[in-house]
């Protein structure tokens, strides 16, 4: 018999389905309802950009699915595996965390200096190696082998929550050239604006239901094998086919940076850093806007 947290998860998965085919038809309906005054040409412009946002979304939002289940099946058992498995002291366990942290904070302003300069398709599928090869080292009991499990996990973290966006962006902003005709035809900037927003939110809806399922299987698996590292093992697998599902699926795209030398690139990301100082200085709501999301993550890795 299906338990209380199944039964929530599917009504309002449910619900959540119901909401996009009503989003889908009135998109639908308003799209038809703009035709007006537009000539055959930009009717076969936009509708060769609607089939092809589309394809785009689909082939985003798949992998995202995967890369987000394959990070939410690890974080409610973490802790768990390190201090009840592992016995570990509490101390040990507060370096470990903080270890990947401090590796997620410092490569996060470099992470879209690697990208634009060498492909966000390309760093994509190393998030994919680097945080497979976390789930790999976390199955032994070794300190400093954990260390550098959370070296690994704390970059590919920074990775993940950069780089793919970043690659979806690119990807709708390249579908014109793409597909032969002018990005400044009457109606495209408009269609493909929409288009990304649409894509973003249902990322957003995923990522949810994909929470969702990820912790009712991390905790069949923990309950079937006895122990914690059941879920990075199914992480780890499912983050290495990944990794071949992009190489086949997308396209590689670059930054305007893309031609230049690591160190100049770096010292560009380092300047417009001190750009964005002066920016949250000027403009207290960026600094507002920081702290509220700042006590926001915070309570949810506290929780």
């Given at each position: 018999m299906a338990g209380f947290f199944e039964i929530q998860l599917g009504v309002l998965a449910s619900f959540c389905g119901i909401a996009m085919i009503f989003e889908r038809y009135s998109l639908k309906t308003g799209s038809e309802n703009r035709t007006a005054g537009r000539n055959d040409e930009d009717e076969i412009h936009l509708g060769g950009l609607s089939k092809?946002?589309?394809?785009?979304?689909?082939?985003?939002?798949?992998?995202?699915?995967?890369?987000?289940?394959?990070?939410?099946?690890?974080?409610?058992?973490v802790y768990s595996l390190y201090r009840e498995q592992y016995r570990f002291t509490e101390r040990q366990v507060a370096i470990l965390f903080v270890t990947g942290f401090i590796a997620a904070g410092t490569s996060g302003p470099f992470v879209g200096v690697w990208a634009d300069q060498h492909?966000?398709?390309?760093?994509?599928?190393?998030?994919?190696?680097?945080?497979?090869g976390s789930c790999l080292v976390i199955q032994q009991p070794f300190f400093p082998l954990l260390l550098v499990g959370r070296l690994l996990g704390g970059i590919s973290t920074?990775?993940?929550?950069?780089?793919f966006e970043s690659w979806l962006v690119a990807a709708y902003q390249g579908l014109p050239a793409a597909l032969a005709f002018s990005s400044t035809a009457p109606g495209v900037k408009d269609a493909i604006s929409k288009a990304l927003s649409r894509t973003m939110g249902h990322a957003s809806l995923v990522n949810g239901i994909v929470a969702a399922v990820a912790g009712?299987?991390?905790?069949?698996?923990?309950?079937?094998?006895?122990?914690?590292?059941?879920?990075?093992?199914?992480?780890?697998?499912?983050l290495v086919l990944t990794f071949f599902i992009i190489g086949t699926q997308w396209d590689e795209n670059y930054g305007t940076g893309a031609s230049s030398g690591t160190v100049a690139v770096a010292g560009g990301e380092l300047t417009k850093l001190k750009q964005a100082i002066g920016l949250v200085r000027r403009e207290p709501a960026y600094l507002v806007l920081g702290f509220t999301q700042t006590c926001f993550e915070g309570s949810m890795y506290l929780f």
């Open positions: 092809a946002s589309d394809s785009l979304a689909m082939r985003y939002l798949g992998i995202y699915a995967i890369v987000m289940g394959s990070d939410w099946l690890q974080g409610p058992y492909g966000r398709k390309k760093l994509c599928r190393i998030f994919c190696l680097t945080y497979a920074a990775i993940l929550f950069s780089v009712i299987v991390a905790n069949w698996i923990v309950e079937q094998t006895s122990g914690f590292r059941g879920p990075f093992m199914l992480s780890g697998a499912l």
